[in-house]
């Protein structure tokens, strides 16, 4: 049973280019979660989401952050014209389909540097 | 929503000895609390959990206490190993039972 899946494990974009990240949950999960955590810090929630539904990106910055999760294929946290400061690791996680009080498990996140 | 502090946010201890690390919550609806150990460069994995109906949870040098009157959760590591190194992380399952909020982490660091 594969674990969460992420690519790519690292990118280099140019400021004002556009960095597309991905997901694949564990076999059997259908929550995902995004985390981005910044250098020497904590893990940040940025938003959760089932297959075709958005169920809470209260830690989404507003502005050219967008995520999706379609029904076939993987999530997709999409950042338009980065900039330096949208440099960190972005942690995937996975939780199965059940009721409240699930473990998350995390991918090995993808590491987004902006030059 | 829910809001998780962790305290120390660097801790260093001698090979041998034990290292507790605390952490309090905001959301008394909360009722799992996991928590992450995380090596330099590697995603953050779960090293032991506990859940609202237990006070503590034994996992050989890990131990987990929880005070659900007082919102307070700690990790205690006995005979401490330098591979204990890491960041550990502690968490709380908000509001909702979904969204898992972290505390800012400790750095442990245990001398050899």
């Known amino acids: 049973n594969a674990g969460v899946m992420q690519n790519p494990r690292h990118l280099v974009r140019r400021r004002g280019q556009e960095a597309r990240l991905r997901c694949s949950p564990m076999?059997?999960?259908?929550?995902v979660y995004w985390y981005r955590q910044l250098p020497e810090e904590g893990l940040k929630f940025m938003v959760y989401?089932?297959?075709?539904?958005?169920?809470?990106e209260s830690g989404m910055p507003k502005e050219r952050f967008s995520a999706e999760f379609p029904k076939e294929g993987p999530s997709i946290l999409r950042i338009q014209q980065v900039v330096r400061g949208d440099s960190a690791a972005y942690f995937c996680?996975?939780?199965?389909?059940?009721?409240?009080?699930?473990?998350?498990?995390f991918g090995e996140g993808s590491w987004l540097t902006v030059v | 929503g829910e809001n998780v502090e962790q305290h120390p946010s660097t801790l260093s201890v001698q090979e041998g000895d034990s290292a507790v690390i605390k952490c309090t919550y905001s959301d008394s609806a909360s009722n799992y609390f996991p928590w992450y150990k995380q090596e330099l460069g590697k995603r953050p994995q779960l090293i032991i959990d506990i859940r609202s109906n237990v006070g503590e949870k034994k996992d050989q040098r890990i131990a987990v206490t929880l005070n659900k009157t007082a919102k307070h959760f700690s990790l205690h590591i006995t005979e401490t190993q330098p591979e204990d190194s890491a960041v550990y992380f502690c968490?709380?399952?908000?509001?909702?039972?979904?969204?898992?909020?972290f505390g800012a982490g400790t750095r442990l660091f245990v001398k050899a």
């Open positions: 968490a709380a399952i908000g509001t909702g039972g979904f969204k898992t909020i």
């Open positions: 076999k059997g999960h259908s929550h």
């Open positions: 989401l089932q297959k075709e539904n958005i169920i809470d």
């Open positions: 996680a996975s939780s199965p389909t059940s009721t409240a009080g699930n473990t998350i498990y």
